[in-house]
């Protein structure tokens, strides 16, 4: 129940595609959902993060969507670009208490030029 | 956010040794967490370092293995000791303010146990 499970594990885009990587859980106590960014050799980076009371929040290129009855969430690159390709991870949390984090497998995404 | 610094970035050390890594935050947070990620794998928590107090070890990690200080709100120390080569992964600490959920991540340590 405490599992994050995240499709697909690599996935190849071209530029100026479209990236989507799914998540999906089953705790329902979650209530909160951030995706992050990993370089080769650097920590993650949070990219961007969404609660189940709005079902999509988009920053920029990138968009959440959320589907709360489904319990499962994307993540959705607009105009993929080369500088892109990294490694991409989902995560859920429960916001009282200790706020520990359940990551998903991770994506490796490579956006080729 | 925070910037967060981790010593060292990385190190290559013998079978047995014991490895101390330091996460040090700009600013004084509540929560500090010590993760694990194996090459090519996902993270996986190891503890909560609580402030003056013992820290809170996920199942599967244990205080003899991976003992953990935090002696105030910018500092922690992550030992792991008694290193074998399944000890090889990249160590991370993160650090998340007091009711907020999003946490940062500092730069990771790269440890290679030979």
């Known amino acids: 129940q405490q599992q994050v499970k995240q499709s697909p594990q690599s996935l190849i885009v071209q530029k100026g595609g479209i990236s989507i990587i799914n998540c999906a859980y089953e705790?329902?106590?979650?209530?909160?959902f951030p995706w992050y960014q990993q370089f080769p050799g650097k920590g993650p980076a949070l990219l961007i993060a969404?609660?189940?009371?709005?079902s999509e929040k988009k920053e920029g290129r990138f968009t959440i969507s959320f589907n709360k009855s489904a319990k499962q969430f994307s993540l959705h690159i607009m105009d993929s670009q080369p500088g892109d390709s990294a490694t991409y991870f989902c995560a859920a949390s429960i916001r009282s208490g200790t706020y520990k984090y359940i990551f998903g497998t991770g994506t490796r995404l490579k956006v080729l030029a | 956010s925070a910037v967060i610094s981790q010593k060292p970035s990385r190190d290559i050390c013998q079978r047995g040794t014991s490895l101390t890594i330091q996460c040090q935050v700009d600013s004084q947070v509540t929560m500090m967490f010590w993760y694990r990620q194996q090459p090519g794998q996902s993270l996986t928590l190891i503890a909560t370092?609580?402030?003056?107090?013992?820290?809170?070890?996920e199942s599967g990690f244990v205080i003899d293995k991976f003992p953990i200080s935090r002696p105030n709100l910018t500092f922690s120390t992550l030992t792991v000791s008694n290193m074998s080569p399944e000890d090889s992964s990249i160590y991370l600490c993160s650090v998340a303010r007091q009711g907020r959920e999003t946490q940062y991540f500092g730069p990771g340590t790269r440890l290679l146990v030979l």
């Open positions: 969404i609660r189940p009371d709005v």
């Open positions: 370092a609580n402030q003056g107090s013992e820290a809170t070890y």
């Open positions: 705790n329902t106590a979650f209530d909160y």
